[in-house]
DNA sequence: GTCTATAGGGTGATAGAC
DNA sequence: GTCTATCACCCTATAGAC
């Protein structure tokens, strides 16, 4: 009420740096003096709107998860078509992944130090994330069943297709250097990409 | 000469605990302790033999890298036909990454961090990275020409086969949840992924 | 709410005995 | 070569003034 400044506008302030730090560094080499700066106040203010490292750590890592997966859930949930399916979620990854370069390295990195973190976003999320993958199978044999797609096992097509569109993003530093690009060509590839990995997904599973 | 051990092997087990811890917790999270402690040795032993935590990771890193990228640059080059090169390909990297599980999330997550070491890394290995695709490139569109293959960008078919196998192992955790396997049942759907990863990719490029 | 100062604990590195 | 002890620094977290 008698705040010298609005306190919405400082935490805000605070977790977008916070969100930048983490998600740049990892949680073990990020500091509170990083973020602190990043955020242009005092160390001590961190502390009090957000009481530990870890919490805060908590805070945005949940975000982020949220991120990468929610919009997949979805669209693995929707109504469409295989094929359009396919295509909605090459789309959507790759630009979520455009707007957010650190995010998937970020997250599989924590993920694959602290394993456990994953079931606890599980029963967060409300559904037990094989879930994801229950509607696409039964679609996938639905397709061969008709004929239309040749003989597919749906678990590995989903490794394909995630494989194909976030792994761009996740070597990041190492295509570059490859493809000889900077960030602007990487960034022009990436979306080149999404037309070409559906292309090639339609081909791979045509009879 | 007079050592109360053989200075080889405690050398050996240093860099076996190093490797070990590195590769598992990334350099900010690594304490030398950790390592000493799965070394069986002292901490002070540590910078005895290798002076510094910066110096004994730049070695590990180095290490890490040759393992990742050293088969696939020999296989790049061989005059194997296109197919087969790709077969080859997926084969070799798929029979690494079962072997060293940490390994990818590790180099990339580093690398990520500190995109320069991928020029010092390169400029070590005498060649430009971008030569790696220089004669696939080639290859690819000689077939294109040849008509054994359609139309398709060379960078963009390397992204995928690299993305296809590679990607399933750094988010194995998320993989192994959706899928609902434990580690042997992982390992399983990967070494199956091997044949299923190659016959995708010769359908994608039929003409 | 925001700052300065400082407590309290951990970590990399070195000195020195054996 | 290997250990114990210790230094010097860094980092998180809190106390207390404003």
Redesign the pocket.
């Known amino acids: 009420m008698v705040?010298?400044?609005?306190?919405n506008?400082?935490?805000k302030a605070i977790l977008e740096a916070a969100d930048k730090v983490f998600t740049q560094k990892g949680f073990a080499a990020?500091?509170?003096?990083?973020i602190?700066n990043e955020a242009?106040?005092?160390?001590?203010?961190?502390?009090?709107?957000f009481?530990?490292?870890?919490?805060?750590f908590d805070l945005i890592f949940q975000q982020r998860v949220a991120i990468f997966f929610s919009g997949l859930g979805q669209i693995m949930q929707s109504e469409k078509r295989l094929l359009e399916k396919i295509q909605a979620i090459v789309e959507h990854e790759i630009t979520i992944l455009l707007a957010h370069p650190y995010l998937p390295i970020f997250v599989l990195q924590e993920l694959n130090q602290n394993p456990q973190r994953m079931l606890a976003i599980a029963e967060n999320a409300g559904a037990h994330p094989s879930l994801l993958l229950k509607k696409f199978s039964v679609e996938v044999r639905a397709e061969i069943k008709a004929g239309t797609i040749r003989e597919t096992d749906p678990a590995q097509l989903f490794m394909s297709i995630m494989g194909m569109t976030i792994y761009p993003f996740v070597a990041r530093p190492v295509v570059k250097i490859i493809l000889e690009k900077d960030d602007a060509g990487f960034e022009n590839v990436m979306r080149q990409r999404k037309k070409g990995i559906t292309d090639f997904i339609i081909h791979a599973l045509k009879p």
């Open positions: 705040n010298k400044k609005d306190d506008q400082t935490e990020a500091r509170m003096e990083d602190a242009g106040i005092n160390r001590a203010l961190l502390h009090y709107y009481r530990s490292k870890d919490k805060m």
